[in-house]
């Protein structure tokens, strides 16, 4: 469930539940996002990846095991989508090559899914790999395939596994990642600010100066470092 970028991998997700032929055993696959003709969308990078979409589709024959949604603005329906897939027993993978925070990470846990998230960003922090969660790489989607296998198989051969990944995905969202524990750190976050401002002393003169020899005595030569690996890889 993403827009439907390069970088929320979406159409990698597909290929490689596709290719993987125990997998598509197991399970079936549902993607949530973008556009599913072409013709309604305007963004260059979306309309690359709904055709490469439709061609996975053509190619790999995923009728009967795949189904594709539609990007859906309703709260209420998104919830509902979620639940439903955990009244299947059912996962979410989030396959994003990258991903800042990871709201449909929460959401996902927060319906008792469990769920496989990328290692690269935010993500990485909300899950604990093997207990609340996996961590996936989808630079090494053959890898992320064979965990997932791995997973329906324990699911099959320990019927409470499923609901032990369930409980301590949603176990973590309550210890972490509720409104009213975000509200309290911004709380927390606003006060510090307000008490920094109080007890400086720093005009804004002042202050550029120290910006700026904390910039010459540390990012400049960081700064230098980076265009000469650059200028190496030229």
């Known amino acids: 469930m993403a827009r439907l970028d390069r970088v929320k991998n979406l159409t990698g997700l597909v290929e490689f539940y596709a290719k993987s032929t125990k997998l598509r055993e197991l399970v079936n696959l549902v993607v949530v996002g973008g556009y599913i003709d072409v013709k309604n969308c305007r963004d260059r990078e979306e309309m690359a990846e709904i055709e490469k979409m439709h061609g996975l589709i053509k190619k790999y024959n995923l009728s009967g095991q795949f189904r ?22 059912g996962v979410f993978v989030q396959p994003a090559f990258y991903e800042a925070f990871g709201l449909t990470v929460v959401e996902a846990m927060s319906c008792g899914l469990p769920t496989f998230a990328t290692c690269h960003g935010g993500p990485a922090e909300i899950i604990e790999h093997g207990i609340s969660g996996f961590h996936i790489d989808p630079y090494h989607p053959d890898q992320v395939a064979a965990l997932l296998v791995d997973f329906f198989d324990q699911c099959q051969e ?77």
């Open 158 to 234: 320990d019927p409470g596994y499923w609901e032990r990944i369930s409980e301590t995905g949603l176990k973590r969202i309550f210890e972490r990642y509720t409104w009213k524990i975000y509200s309290e750190r911004l709380l927390n976050l606003a006060g510090v600010y307000g008490f920094w401002k109080h007890v400086s002393k720093l005009e804004r003169r002042e202050t550029r100066r120290y910006l700026e020899m904390f910039y010459i005595l540390t990012y400049r030569n960081l700064v230098k470092s980076i265009s000469l690996a650059v200028d190496e890889q030229h």
């Open 68 to 89: 594709w949604i539609v990007t859906q603005m309703n709260h209420a329906r998104n919830g509902e989508l979620y639940r439903y897939v955990a009244d299947t027993k």
